[in-house]
């Protein structure tokens, strides 16, 4: 399997299940700044030019949250929970996560890291004035539902954590609203004790 990626928020979380699952892959790390991703050969693995992606044989697969399902199936793991209920509750939070919390996370990460990381101007209020309103709006939802809870499903990690956690990283940076929220930095004090969450890139000299 060869995982392709750059130090960016979605790759991060696919790296990070990956590394913590100890998964047979071969990290391809795919400049964006080069352009990597826009090339013929790239597209072919992924027609949307985007990062992560996975090549499995004959199976190409993008999106970052299937890609975590993915490995995770494929390892037998429990991040991918064996029931059908569990399953559903994982969706539930992939789907939440995409269109509310990362969503609105995501776009402070954009204007205040990507951008200057980039060249591509300075944030813009309007922006990140809607982005803070909402994603404070979605991490109060998020912080009653962790209280009393080791992990976002009950007592066992699965990947709508590595899913949901993502822009927690990137927290100071990005100018993330997380003070008043003591149970998301509790949570997230939880991700942070494991290796694979903390350091989830693989080392240049193992990359390809």
């Known amino acids: 399997m060869k995982l392709y990626y ?3 928020l979605n790759p991060r979380k696919v790296c990070a299940v990956a590394k913590y699952l100890k998964a047979p892959v071969e990290y391809v790390r795919v400049d964006l700044g080069k352009g ?3 090339t013929e050969e790239f597209r072919a693995i992924n027609p949307n030019a985007k990062v992560p992606a996975l090549s499995d044989g004959e199976t190409n697969m993008w999106e970052s949250n299937a890609i975590m399902c993915y490995l995770a199936k494929k390892a037998g793991s429990d991040l991918w929970p064996g029931d059908d209920a569990r399953r559903i509750d994982v969706i539930r939070w992939l789907s939440w996560d995409s269109l509310h919390f990362t969503r609105h996370g ?3 990460y954009f204007e205040h890291i990507i951008k200057r990381k980039f060249a ?3 944030p813009d209020p309007a922006t990140v004035a809607e982005a803070t309103k909402y994603f404070r709006q979605y991490a109060a939802v998020l912080d009653s539902h962790l209280r009393g ?3 976002l499903i009950g007592d066992g990690l699965t990947v709508a954590d590595f899913a949901v956690a993502a822009t927690l990283p990137y927290a100071e940076d990005a100018r993330l609203p997380l003070a008043d929220f003591p149970e998301i930095l509790r949570w997230h004090g939880r ?3 494991l ?3 903390r350091e989830p890139y693989p080392a240049m000299a193992e990359t390809a």
């Open 106 to 108: 995501g776009n402070l």
């Open 36 to 38: 990597e991703h826009r």
């Open 191 to 193: 991700m942070n004790e």
């Open 120 to 122: 591509l101007g300075d």
């Open 195 to 197: 290796e694979a969450w």
């Open 149 to 151: 809870r080791k992990y």
């Open 6 to 8: 750059f130090e960016t």
